[in-house]
């Protein structure tokens, strides 16, 4: 069964961090891009980064130099987050299977449920 976890989130204040995890059931993912995307209420829901299979990494220019994106051998996707802003917070979510860009949501054949990040001023 292809399923894709989150768990880490929480409330955090400015300035501090957090890191969220992602477990990607199946062996399809060994391959493939893995990407967290958030969604702040009232918005459309926004790439934050991706991983390829070969590392690869892509992030969106509002969490450059403040986000990392990673992955383990048992496919675990892992988004560490330094120095958050109140203008982070939102539902991450994570996703899998690309076709096309990594940037649009509507590339992903996988999903996972959300985890929420509320950053405290």
């Known amino acids: 069964q292809v399923q894709l976890v989150e768990s880490g989130g929480g409330l955090v204040q400015s300035g501090g961090s957090l890191r969220v995890s992602c477990a990607a059931s199946?062996?399809?993912?060994?391959?493939?891009?893995m990407s967290w995307f958030r969604q702040a209420p009232g918005k459309e829901r926004e790439f934050v980064a991706a991983?390829?299979?070969?590392?690869?990494l892509y992030y969106a220019d509002s969490v450059k130099g403040r986000f990392t994106v990673s992955r383990d051998a048992k496919n675990t996707v892992y988004l560490q987050m330094n120095s958050l802003k109140f203008e982070d917070t939102a539902v991450y979510y994570c996703?899998?299977?690309?076709?096309?860009?990594?940037?649009?949501?509507?590339?992903?054949?996988?999903w996972g449920q959300g985890t929420q990040v509320t950053v405290s001023t």
């Open positions: 991983i390829t299979g070969g590392h690869s």
């Open positions: 199946g062996s399809i993912f060994s391959f493939n891009t």
């Open positions: 996703a899998a299977v690309a076709s096309g860009s990594y940037y649009s949501p509507r590339n992903y054949a996988y």
